[in-house]
């Protein structure tokens, strides 16, 4: 998708798939992920194209580090407003980074993020958590969205969310993303297990005035 598509819609505010609340499948799951000893305190967690998602606070509020990436940078300075935390400001190659003690967000394209950058400090990735990034990406960019996530964080395992639905009915993004297309994408490095599955409809008024019937999200895990 053209960069100008996403810098129009947080230029207009036009952002209704921004969460006013912590995401509940993060809430519920990350557990799954700390018994099993992934990640542990002041692991590092990384959130692909993250919007001013609330989450970002709630996994530093549990002593987390957290990376992400955004292409919007209003987006990114919403992030900081809201935890009034007030950023140092530098450059990458591909944009700016802002940055605190326990947060650092590149400004920029996520395909042009590398896994020197995300590995700067050292430490590798415990954790993707990726709350909305596959699902604001057409088709025909999930595969190579997919290797890159895989190249970067060096396989780390993740807390995957997708949406199903008819597209028929109404179009994305965010884009329907089947079971059998995570498995596609994803079966050939990671194990993959669905953990949660639900029909939200009654909970998305917006989609359901499009016409859906149905709508469905899941969790996975890739471990």
């Known amino acids: 998708m053209e960069h100008s598509f996403w810098y129009n819609k947080w230029g207009l505010n036009q952002v209704g798939f921004h969460l006013d609340y912590v995401h509940p499948l993060l809430e ?4 799954l992920f700390q018994v099993e000893g992934v990640l542990k305190k002041q692991g ?5 194209l993250c919007g001013k998602t609330l989450d970002i606070g709630y996994l530093l509020n549990l002593g987390y580090q957290v990376i992400a990436i955004e292409l919007s940078e209003i987006a990114v300075q919403a992030v900081f407003n809201q935890l009034n935390i007030e950023p140092e400001i530098s450059d990458w190659s591909a944009g700016k980074i802002y ?7 590149y400004v920029g394209d996520f395909f042009a993020l590398t896994q020197q950058d995300l590995c700067s400090s050292g430490e590798k990735i415990s954790l993707v958590y990726d709350r909305a990034a596959l699902i604001a990406l057409p088709e025909g960019m999930r595969l190579e969205y997919a290797q890159h996530m895989e190249k970067i964080t060096q396989y780390a395992p993740q807390l995957l969310i997708t949406l199903d639905y008819d597209q028929t009915v109404a179009g994305g993004p965010p884009f329907a993303v089947t079971t059998s297309e995570v498995e596609a994408l994803y079966s050939g490095a ?16 917006r989609f359901k005035a499009k016409g859906l019937t149905s709508f469905y999200q899941r969790a996975y895990k890739l471990k």
């Not at 519920?28 to 557990?31: E, P």
């Open 28 to 31: 519920r799951n990350l557990a």
């Open 44 to 48: 590092q967690v990384f959130i692909p």
């Open 190 to 205: 990671y194990p993959i297990q669905l953990i949660e599955e639900a029909d939200i409809i009654e909970q998305e008024p």
């Open 99 to 105: 940055q605190s003690e326990s947060l650092r967000i």
